[in-house]
């Protein structure tokens, strides 16, 4: 099972990794769009509803595509990679309060303190605490694809969609109220992506029937939330109302599968790529801080008010705040990667040591097992 992750994970051609960077633009982007395009309410109203359904659509691929990648090359519980994983968190999330203290003095209040010591478990950020517990239990998951018939996978796979994806499609409800982007939606991704490999489905699909399968979802995503949109989005906060564009909708998974198959065929390999991809986890919690201290000095959505010129600049504030978290998680690491694996190391061996302690202690009856 270690080679198979091994030997996947080295074969991975660059275009996962360059769909991976485009999801996390898109991150950046969709918490970027309503400060450069806030809700209109003059005569480019219709303008403003047809570019934002649009856009709003396209940018919820970003987590449903991070959620394809994990689910179709799996996860392999590594203890090493999850302490490393949660120090990131933590010192990231406790700069966040520092920043905002210290340097914008904002008000931060004592929960948003204490979700910023112990983020996992408050869940300060839900897709980090969301891909921690689908690491711890991965092992359970896996097990799923490795030791169950066609059949049986199938059932697990399909009573997982049905009732977490294909249920909230078409009700406006979902394991995490109306957003539905949780542990639930991403285990189903799992447990479903897991399938459509084994049994190499996506490899049967032709190029222009996944084109077209493709553009077509994503049209008809835009279409409905269009609809939606212009039914109810007047009684919304932001202006608009997309039900059909969330990570539990059966549109949008079947478009982010599909935009994944896309980039996995690209037969590139660009070592550049894969080296940067290797740092985007980190931009996810960075990026929200970057914004804040780039704002404070630099208004960048008041420069122009041609549309054309906003989203133009919009594209380039987002990568450049990607690059600013690139080079800080590429820092932090050359850092404090070592003095975490030593760290490690150490817990590790006052683990063992209990544990042989009380092995010890139970051959010996002083224990009652």
Request: aromatic fraction near 18%.
């Amino acid at each position: 099972m270690k080679n198979k992750y091994k030997n996947e994970e080295s074969n991975r051609k660059s275009g996962v990794e360059i769909f991976r960077v485009f999801c996390m633009l898109l991150v950046i982007q969709s918490h970027l769009f309503l400060s450069f395009f806030p809700r209109e309410k003059s005569q480019n109203v219709l303008f403003w509803i047809i570019f934002s359904c649009f856009f709003v659509s396209l940018t919820g691929l970003n987590n449903p595509g991070f959620m394809c990648i994990s689910g179709y090359y799996g996860i392999k519980r590594n203890s090493k990679k999850l302490f490393h994983f949660l120090c990131m968190i933590w010192l990231y999330s406790v700069c966040d309060v520092i920043v905002n203290r210290l340097l914008l003095h904002s008000e931060t209040n004592l929960e948003y303190i204490f979700k910023s010591c112990f983020p996992i478990s408050t869940g300060k950020y839900w897709y980090a605490t969301a891909y921690f517990l689908l690491a711890l239990l991965s092992p359970a998951f896996n097990l799923i694809s490795n030791k169950t018939d066609k059949k049986q996978h199938f059932d697990i796979a399909f009573f997982s969609l049905f009732l977490f994806i294909l249920i909230p499609s078409f009700i406006y409800w979902g394991p995490n109220s109306e957003y539905s982007v949780n542990f639930v939606v991403m285990m189903c991704y799992y447990v479903v992506l897991q399938f459509i490999k084994k049994y190499e489905y996506l490899d049967r699909i032709k190029k222009q029937t996944l084109y077209f399968g493709t553009i077509i979802s994503f049209l008809l995503m835009v279409g409905l939330n269009m609809v939606t949109t212009f039914l109810a989005g007047a009684g919304m906060p932001f202006g608009y109302f997309m039900p059909f564009q969330r990570s539990c909708c059966i549109i949008m998974m079947v478009f982010s599968v599909g935009m994944f198959e896309i980039f996995k065929r690209l037969n590139v390999k660009v070592q550049f790529i894969r080296n940067i991809s290797g740092f985007v986890f980190a931009v996810y919690f960075l990026e929200s801080t970057i914004e804040k201290i780039i704002s404070n000095y630099v208004n960048l959505t008041e420069i122009s008010e041609n549309s054309y010129i906003k989203f133009i600049i919009m594209i380039l504030y987002s990568m450049i705040v990607f690059v600013i978290g690139v080079l800080i998680e590429f820092i932090r690491k050359k850092v404090f990667y070592n003095i975490e694996t030593k760290v490690f190391n150490e817990i590790k061996k006052i683990l063992s040591r209990l544990l042989k302690f009380r092995e010890d202690n139970v051959e010996e009856g002083k224990i009652i097992t």
